[in-house]
């Protein structure tokens, strides 16, 4: 049986539908429905597709993460986003309504008939309601079959689902979702754009809801406390999480300004210092000199790697900070490197 609220609700939508002309049509589903449905002034969405940065999942989120700013944006509402870490669910909090849309996995609302879900968004994502609120699904029913017919959608379906994959991918126009951000923050480092895309798929796969198990979170993999540093409050948000990042690779390589070094060297140690923390890559370089090998070149400081790993190095004056295993720094650059060049093959400057 319809309620009597659903029944007012769908009154109106019909009355407003025949009341305007057809190219004005979709405007109204798309924007009275939406802010109508959802009554407060900020709707509070989470996206709960897993945290796993070496699946679809992972730019899926995003993908609906812009959808979610679009829909709110059209609704003319604030809007809170959170996503969902392993073992989190949030359908509870949508069931109590402390939250109005979660984003999941068709399979999991096959398996709770007290939700609600809309037609399929991204790669294989529902949004789902309380099954008390037929007005909102059908609200973002109608604002998604609007929203697909547009350019905007078009495009960001493109820049999230053309299956560019680093390795092996034939030249493209774009290597990321998000290509406008990196180039953009990359001229305030100096670099190539397509390193620091480099370093951002290094580090989360280009995934907004990457975690790692000491608090990065994440494109960047920034810890909160970095960003609290810097001023960023939604580690969540791309372009926030990029802009702590970047200011955070910009400080370590200001480090580097007065010394003999070029700009290849700059950016190594940087990044070095982004992985490892600027106190170990310090001490290697201190030992480095210490044994007479260049201090500002990346191939020689690595050579006394295997000596920072000796209980020996606890007696070493120039070392600060003690034992370093220096392993996954290692690999660290070297994964970078290998992706800025299949970046540079890929999509060519």
């Known amino acids: 049986m319809v309620s009597k609220r659903t029944r007012r609700y769908l009154i109106a939508t019909v009355l407003a539908f ?16 939406s802010k109508e449905s959802f009554g407060s002034e900020e709707i509070r969405c989470a996206i709960v597709l897993g945290n796993d940065m070496y699946s679809s999942n992972g730019l899926n989120t995003g993908f609906n993460y812009e959808l ?41 609302a ?35 079959r609007y929203y697909e017919k547009t350019p905007e959608y078009s495009s960001t379906r493109e820049r999230f689902f053309n299956a560019y994959n680093p390795h092996g991918k034939p030249a493209s126009s774009h290597i990321s979702p ?6 953009k923050y990359a001229s305030v480092l100096g670099w190539d754009w397509r390193m620091l895309a480099a370093v951002i798929y290094q580090e989360s796969r280009f995934s907004i809801n ?13 810890m909160p406390s970095t960003a609290e540093y810097y001023g960023v409050e939604d580690l969540t948000d791309p372009e926030e999480n990029i802009k702590a990042g970047t200011m955070h690779l910009d400080r370590l390589q200001k480090m580097f ?18 992985n490892a923390g600027e106190g170990r890559i310090a001490d290697c370089r201190s030992l480095a000199q210490a044994r007479g090998l260049d201090r500002n070149r990346w191939e020689e400081v690595i050579q006394v790697i295997p000596e920072m790993r000796l ?15 220096g392993h996954e720094t290692i690999n660290y650059i070297n994964s970078i490197l290998e992706i800025y060049r299949t970046f540079c093959t890929i999509c060519p400057a």
């Open 18 to 33: 025949v009341a305007v002309t057809a190219s004005d049509r979709a405007h109204v589903i798309e924007s009275s429905e």
């Open 68 to 108: 979610l700013n679009q829909f709110a944006k059209t609704a003319r509402k604030d809007l809170s986003i959170v996503t969902a870490r392993s073992g989190e669910n949030y359908l509870d909090s949508l069931r109590e309504g402390k939250v109005d849309i979660a984003v999941i996995l068709p399979s999991e």
């Open 110 to 144: 096959e398996k709770d008939d007290g939700l609600t879900v809309s037609i399929k968004t991204g790669d294989n994502s529902v949004w789902a309601v309380r099954k008390e609120s037929p007005e909102k699904v059908m609200a973002i029913n109608s604002w998604i």
């Open 178 to 183: 998000y290509d406008s951000l990196i180039k």
């Open 210 to 222: 990457s975690y790692s198990g000491r608090g990065a979170a994440g494109l960047m993999q920034v």
């Open 257 to 274: 300004r007065g010394e003999d070094m070029d700009a290849t060297e700059k950016v190594l140690f940087t990044l070095a210092s982004y």
């Open 311 to 325: 209980d020996s190095i606890l007696k070493e004056e120039c070392v600060k900070l003690g034992k370093f295993q």
